[in-house]
């Protein structure tokens, strides 16, 4: 059983600075892209940040220069580092990884449990 589990969320001031975890535990053989989601109140899931196993990243347009993030495959692990932020990052944070788990034959999707982030003053 695959799990992922994240940390970090809270309230912070605009301008303010936040760093979110993830963490993969469970029968994995093996981990490709992992990335960063989030979805605000009455809005759709979207994409903040991606990375393959092999370090390239992708960022959303309205986070380019703001975020940063980084993962430790030897810890499986994910991190997203959130400077300058601003109210409209308001939003749930979900960890997303692309996991072939021990004894699987292929690579399924699995998400976190979420964590929130306000950015508040």
């Known amino acids: 059983q695959v799990q992922l589990v994240e940390s970090g969320g809270g309230l912070v001031q605009p301008g303010g600075s936040l760093r979110l975890s993830c963490t993969a535990s469970?029968?994995?053989?093996?981990?490709?892209?992992m990335g960063w989601y989030r979805q605000a109140p009455g809005k759709q899931r979207e994409l903040v940040a991606t990375i393959t196993n092999g370090g390239r990243t992708d960022y959303a347009n309205s986070v380019k220069g703001r975020f940063t993030i980084s993962r430790d495959n030897a810890k499986n692990s994910l991190y997203l580092q959130m400077n300058s932020l601003k109210p409209e990052d308001t939003a749930v944070y979900f960890c997303?990884?692309?996991?072939?788990?021990?004894?699987?034959?292929?690579?399924?999707?699995?998400w976190g449990q979420g964590t929130q982030v306000t950015v508040s003053s």
């Open positions: 997303k990884a692309v996991i072939l788990a021990v004894d699987s034959g292929s690579y399924y999707n699995y």
């Open positions: 469970g029968s994995i053989a093996s981990i490709n892209v």
